[in-house]
């Protein structure tokens, strides 16, 4: 039956649609001059295609209209083809934590490149990182290395499934844990092929009644203690808690994704919630800027890998210990990111998280910046956000217009809002920031829907 629409929502309506226009003009303005200040990346991007699918070999890289070709960074400045300059606000996704220069780690890089690389054999660099790692995690008895945060929750996964002889894997809704373990909104397709339950973050009563219901089956529990890619939405104490004790209960393996948020204190996410889990998985800028991946845990959990056992499991990686992600590592960890910079860099996070979320409730626009420390993320809303589904749908060229907005101020951040901090940023970079917040909130904050 057809319904007269109230004059209210008549109105609303026309002011959605009168929103939407401008938001698209906005956006139409913006790419022209992203278009204009960019026209190498165009064309480097034209050629990418021709040989990789969409120009891209990492899905994340890929932005309309078409990415910005980096070539040198410095600190925490970037420089894309057509020499723009960019404060890096998105810090490799979490793993440029050092900058791009820091001369202790390109240093040890330097010492480890002169010393010979591809050695295949054990060095001396990855016993005192692995023992380095150990003594600030104190849920890792014993560490392995490997290439990435997607193959750290491989192993983490598969030694839990033959200790336990179960096979399910509980996982969250919103939850990313690597390019083959993506549960953000929707199961990928290309996911690994594991039998996963997924629960809802931040639900401890939905999440314990699935986990009574599945128990005798359940290896292990998969959880970031902080969802990242899903928004920088910190895991409550009570929540992870919960999935403690019922791990406890059932004999299940419990798992800290710590790939991000192992920066967060010096302990990790672990020790600011108190919570220790089974096993514990890193990756980002645990190698200093290279290619690094690390899974631990207890002993008894861990020793499946002693070689010396008989029936070992095994656990291969030509790389796994390549001399020069160990030194780096080691150079970061020990001589650059001790705790007490640990502990500053993320009250600094703090302030300035507080410090956008000021600005924007100064200009009434319904927008938050969530997260812990130097990890942090914009949405567009004011509805508190506790779990992926209650993220607000809003309209893609808004989310678009914010970051072209972002990128033509000389500020390198993620497409969809996410922010990593460096140590190399500066109180000049941090308020510059805030500035072109407040420009942006100023010019198109009338035209974000409620
Ligand atoms: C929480 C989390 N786990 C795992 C991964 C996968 O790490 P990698 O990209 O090194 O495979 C990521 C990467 O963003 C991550 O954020």
Redesign the pocket.
């Known amino acids: 039956m057809y319904t007269v629409p109230s004059l209210h929502s008549n109105a609303s309506m026309m002011n959605t649609q009168l929103a939407k226009i401008n938001i698209d003009t906005a956006l139409y303005s913006s790419i022209e001059q992203y278009c204009a200040a960019t026209p190498r990346s165009r064309a480097h991007f034209a050629r990418a295609c021709t040989a990789m699918p969409g120009g891209n070999t990492r899905t994340?890289l890929h932005y309309d209209p078409y990415p910005v070709t980096i070539v040198k960074g410095a600190g925490c400045m970037i420089w894309d083809l057509d020499d723009n300059q960019y404060a890096d606000f998105l810090g490799e996704?979490?793993?440029g934590l050092y900058g791009h220069s820091n001369p202790i780690i390109s240093a040890a890089i330097k010492k480890a490149l002169d010393e010979g690389i591809v050695l295949c054999a054990p060095n001396p660099y990855e016993v005192d990182l692995a023992s380095l790692i150990c003594d600030r995690f104190p849920s890792c008895e014993r560490i392995r290395f490997c290439n990435?945060?997607?193959?750290?929750?491989l192993m983490a996964i598969s030694a839990a499934r033959v200790l336990t002889g179960r096979s399910k894997i509980m996982v969250f809704d919103g939850?990313?844990?690597?390019?083959v373990?993506y549960f953000a909104g929707h199961h990928s397709p290309a996911n690994a092929p594991f039998e996963f339950i997924i629960g809802e973050f931040n639900d401890t009563q939905k999440s314990i009644d699935v986990i009574r219901k599945y128990h005798s089956n359940i290896a292990a529990i998969l959880v970031?203690p902080m969802q990242?890619?899903g928004g920088c939405i910190p895991g409550e104490t009570q929540f992870i808690g919960a999935l403690r004790e019922a791990a406890d209960k059932h004999g299940i393996v419990l798992i800290f994704?710590?790939?991000?948020?192992s920066r967060l204190s010096p302990g990790g996410m672990q020790q600011k919630l108190g919570i220790t889990p089974d096993m514990t998985?890193f990756?980002?800028y645990m190698g200093g800027g290279l290619t690094?991946?690390c899974f631990g845990g207890r002993s008894h959990i861990m020793d499946q890998f002693d070689p010396r056992q008989p029936g070992a499991l095994p656990h291969a990686g030509t790389f796994n210990n390549n001399v020069l992600t160990m030194a780096a590592g080691l150079a970061g960890l020990r001589d650059i990111y001790t705790p007490a910079k640990a502990i500053a860099h993320n009250r600094r996070g703090d302030e300035f998280r507080a410090q956008l979320n000021k600005t924007i409730s100064t200009h009434g626009v319904p927008m938050v910046v969530t997260g812990v420390g130097s990890l942090m993320c914009f949405h567009f809303q004011r509805k508190p956000l506790r779990r992926i589904s209650d993220k607000i749908i809003v309209d893609p060229n808004l989310v678009t217009l914010f970051h072209l907005h972002m990128l033509l101020s000389g500020f390198y951040i993620a497409d969809r809002g996410y922010i990593s901090l460096s140590l190399a940023l500066e109180d000049e970079q941090y308020i510059e920031f805030t500035t072109a917040l407040a420009t942006f909130l100023q010019r198109y904050g009338s035209l974000i829907a409620e």
Request: hydrophobic residues 30%.
């Open positions: 994340v996704y979490s793993a990435s945060g997607t193959e750290a929750n939850a990313y844990h690597g390019g373990f970031e990242g890619g994704d710590e790939v991000m948020t998985t990756g980002k690094f991946g």
